[in-house]
């Protein structure tokens, strides 16, 4: 168990629709990152946060947005679903302390969305 | 060009054997981390060792090993003694810089596969 929980773990809805997934980092971790996890892209790396505000932006599409909140758990929100978002989304957090220096990034067991 | 490769998409290796998986990375950054995860069938991401840029001598966890050649730009993961539960799918990630808002770079994976 890494300490890192997501929820729902499974999520099917229809296209169009809108979902949110959560996530909790470990104690005491600081920076929350966002991935997507498919078949045909690999493990794409969408966004980050630190102690509550974005810090760095990888593959995350416009219909697609991400926040920290004060008690640092996190929420990737996911609108106008397509079929092609089907895919394992892991959360992942780190220590990310405030010299910068993060080491390894400690996943939570992916929320697996399904879009019909 | 790809941040992180891993060209063989898949290994087998018989139970008791040492393996090596192949990881090289890119980056013009002196200052970098390299990761490896397992990822097992049932989906979870686990954390299994890292190593520094400026680190000396090679990361050991147990059973794991890195073989680091900075020159080179490599980073192979040596697994000892295979058990059948390291069947699994194998990521490498880097990440470069020390800044909390430096994302982290996966590779396509490495499918391992023990045999009895």
């Known amino acids: 168990d890494s300490g890192v929980t997501q929820t729902p773990k499974h999520l099917i809805t229809a296209t169009g629709q809108r979902v949110t997934l959560r996530c909790s980092p470990r104690?005491?971790?600081?920076?929350v990152y966002w991935y997507q996890q498919s078949l045909d892209q690999g493990l794409q790396f969408l966004i980050q946060y630190y102690n509550g505000e974005e810090r760095a932006k990888g593959n995350i599409l416009e219909r697609f947005s991400a926040q920290q909140f004060p008690d640092l758990h996190s929420e990737l929100n996911l609108s106008s679903l397509e079929l092609g978002d089907s895919a394992l989304y892991f959360c992942?957090?780190?220590?990310?302390?405030?010299?910068?220096?993060?080491?390894?990034?400690?996943f939570g067991p992916g929320t697996r969305l399904t879009v019909t | 060009a790809q941040k992180i490769t891993q060209t063989q998409p898949g290994m087998f290796v018989q139970e008791k054997e040492a393996v090596t998986l192949d990881c090289t990375y890119d980056t013009s950054d002196p200052s970098y981390g390299l990761f490896w995860y397992k990822q097992p069938s049932s989906g979870e991401m686990i954390f299994l060792i890292y190593?520094?840029?400026?680190?000396?001598q090679n990361a050991t966890e147990g059973r794991y090993s890195l073989n680091f050649q900075k020159a080179r730009k490599s980073a192979n993961l040596v697994i000892s003694a295979s058990q059948l539960g390291d069947s699994a799918m194998y990521f490498c990630a880097m990440r470069e810089g020390r800044n909390t808002g430096n994302q982290f770079y996966f590779g396509t994976g490495t499918s391992l596969t023990v045999i009895p």
């Open positions: 190593q520094g840029s400026y680190d000396q």
């Open positions: 104690s005491g971790d600081l920076s």
């Open positions: 992942a957090s780190s220590v990310g302390g405030p010299s910068g220096v993060t080491y390894e990034q400690y």
